[in-house]
């Protein structure tokens, strides 16, 4: 008779890593997390760790110096590095996309010029869609790119959000490019702007001091301001002749394996939140027993870690379908939309069960509460998370 194989079951080399992760994140990154978070300071001796475990090119191919792992194997990476703090995902994840439009975009020697530097975190990457008056509309992009000769083109215009924007040396930028376009997202183009990390003020490209949050902090969200910025013709990605004009359906797809990152984030924060219950509610006495004997804080842990379960097994269907190269944006989208979400019931009841030492700086959960509301907006708001469902149950399901 044959044996029905777990659905999250992981193999050998997944276990392996997840465990490396988990023991990284037990040692180094909860017991420092509250630190940087307090000062909002950059996490630079956790982040050189990372650059060690080779974290920056996990998904970037072997050739180019990276572990060519698969989008499943990543997602469950972000789970245990978010499940210590969200904001060290947070360097890793534009990274992560950035190196994607790269393999599946980019030329060969697009591809040879940036991987080998990225896999090692030598460069770290960044990407940039949104603007100040921007929101979720991205086809309102008003950032454009003009040809200034053969072979260069020049960037005015202001970009907001940009995670890692400040210490990325290179920022994968969309642009309008042909303002008459029909269809309209026919006149974008991504381009490959290079900057010098850590460095505010690159010619014509200013990078404004960062952006002050409720929570995600310790890496940096700024704003970009693009200012008679030359950018050479081939750093188009894809090259001038194929990739002018792609640049919307390229971020497009990049936003699919976002948004199984930002689930996979979700999960992470859910699953932290559920162990930190677990906890103390077990040690926490209240009328002569353990709170975790009532029936109300029974009930709520109940919730938490049905929520918490079902997050995770949306997540990982959505990273194998990616894996196994079918559509994967309506499950992307549901996983993003009930992953945050359940990251913000359980990081609420979590606060809940903690009484008033949840909103105590000295506990944990303080920071998980405030972390948890980011992914709600990040990468899609639940709302556009819903319309897109919607709009694609539909498409599949057509009378």
């Known amino acids: 008779m044959a044996v029905a194989v777990p659905f999250e079951e992981k193999t050998d080399e997944q276990k392996a890593i997840t465990e490396m992760v988990r023991q990284f994140v037990d040692e180094q990154i909860l017991p420092n997390a509250e630190h940087y978070d307090h000062e909002d300071s950059f996490p ?3 982040v050189e760790q990372m650059k060690e475990l080779g974290l920056f090119g996990v998904t970037i191919p072997e050739e180019f110096g990276g572990m060519g792992l698969d989008l499943t194997t990543y997602a469950m990476i972000v789970e245990e590095l978010s499940r210590g703090w969200i904001s060290i995902s947070g360097v890793i994840n534009t990274h992560f996309i950035g190196s994607y439009l790269l393999m599946k975009f980019g030329t060969d020697e697009q591809k040879h010029k940036y991987l080998p530097r ?17 929101g979720s509309d991205v086809q309102a992009i008003k950032t454009s790119a003009k040809k200034v000769d053969d072979d260069t083109y020049e960037i005015n ?3 907001m959000w940009v995670t890692n924007g400040l210490r ?12 008459d376009a029909e269809p309209r997202h026919r006149g974008f183009t991504c381009f490959i702007a290079e900057k010098e990390p850590g460095e ?16 995600y902090k310790g890496v940096e969200s700024t704003e970009l301001v693009f200012d008679g910025y030359r950018c050479p013709a081939e750093n188009i990605l894809g090259g001038e002749s194929a990739g002018r004009g792609r640049g919307f359906s390229q971020m497009m797809d990049a936003l699919e394996v976002g948004r199984v990152n930002v689930a996979a984030r ?25 709170i975790a004997q009532h029936q109300a804080i029974t009930f709520k842990l109940a919730d938490m870690g049905t929520q918490t379960e079902a997050a995770r097994l949306m997540t990982i269907r959505a990273a194998r379908l990616k894996d196994a190269g079918q559509r994967s944006d309506m499950e992307a989208g549901m996983a993003k939309l009930f992953a945050s979400e359940a990251a913000r019931f359980c990081a609420e009841e979590c606060l809940r069960i903690h009484g008033g030492y949840g909103y105590s700086k000295e506990y944990e959960i303080e920071r998980l509460y405030r972390d948890a509301p980011l992914l709600l907006i990040g990468e899609g708001t639940s709302e556009i998370q819903k319309m897109v469902i919607g709009r694609k149950l539909l498409e599949r399901h057509k009378i």
């Open 44 to 46: 630079e001796p956790i």
């Open 118 to 134: 990225m896999a090692t975190g030598e460069i770290r990457a960044a990407f940039s869609l949104s603007e100040p008056e921007l």
């Open 168 to 179: 990325s040396g290179l920022v994968f930028t969309l642009v309008k490019t042909d303002p």
């Open 200 to 215: 505010p003020n690159n010619p014509g490209l200013t990078v404004p001091p960062q952006i002050k949050k409720m929570g």
């Open 157 to 159: 215009g202001q970009k």
């Open 266 to 290: 979700g999960v992470g924060v859910a699953q932290r939140a559920l162990e930190l219950a677990l906890k103390y509610s077990q040690e926490r006495k209240a009328f002569g027993k353990p």
